[in-house]
């Protein structure tokens, strides 16, 4: 049982570059995130997914497209990579419903220069 | 305002003191919450859900006030190991964290 599952753990991008962050759950989880942590900022969202086919808009969701894949997979994607970009991007995911805790990936540490 | 609120710190405390932080939150209709513990550069993990009667794990105690909208969390005789980040989540389908606040246990 590995958990959640990111790929790549680290990725130096040059501005303007594209990439796709990847997340695979195997717990059977309904529900997915993708945050960003920068220094003292704690974790923003980004986007979630409550429920395979759906996906939501967080907190700062500009510069960012998802997808679900299906029920194991979400993945995030960084059209045009922006040195503000940079941060420590977590995938998470939990059953859904109250008082179920989410599980996290290692993280992704991503540099933009 | 970001939903969820709480003092970044850092709480600089000795070795057996007590210890507590408060969280305000912003959406009223919010049934989940919980409390996280980040080690530096890792992935947060679990340290409490919070009830709405109030919980208890060792030396840990949450408590949830929903007519004030914030949470709390009590550490007694704190101990080295407890230095970290503690954040404070809420939301249901829609999880948001708070910025952290930061402990460091004194020897």
């Known amino acids: 049982n590995a958990g959640v599952t990111q790929t790549p753990k680290f990725q130096v991008l040059k501005t303007g570059q594209s990439m796709t962050l990847q997340c695979a759950q195997d717990?059977?989880?309904?529900?997915m995130y993708w945050y960003r942590q920068d220094p003292g900022m704690g974790l923003r969202l980004i986007y979630y997914s409550a429920s395979e086919g759906t996906t939501d808009k967080g907190e700062v969701p500009n510069g960012y497209n998802v997808s679900r894949l299906n029920k194991r997979e979400f993945s995030l994607r960084l059209e045009s990579a922006a040195p503000s970009q940079t941060s420590v991007y977590f995938c998470a995911s939990r059953t859904g419903g109250a008082y179920n805790e989410q599980f996290f990936g290692p993280g992704t540490r991503l540099t933009v220069l | 305002r970001k939903e969820v609120e709480q003092d970044p710190g850092p709480f600089n405390v000795p070795e057996g003191a007590t210890v507590a932080f408060n969280c305000t939150y912003s959406?009223?209709?919010?049934?989940?919450f919980f409390w996280y513990r980040q080690d530096c550069r890792k992935e947060p993990k679990l340290l409490m859900s919070v009830y709405s009667s109030g919980n208890e794990d060792g030396r840990f105690t949450a408590q949830l006030n929903r007519a004030s909208q914030y949470i709390s969390l009590l550490i007694r005789d704190s101990k080295l190991s407890d230095s970290a980040t503690y954040l404070c989540v809420g939301g249901d389908d829609k999880i948001i964290f708070g910025k952290g606040t930061r402990l460091h246990i004194l020897p």
């Open positions: 717990m059977n989880h309904n529900s």
């Open positions: 959406n009223s209709a919010s049934q989940s």
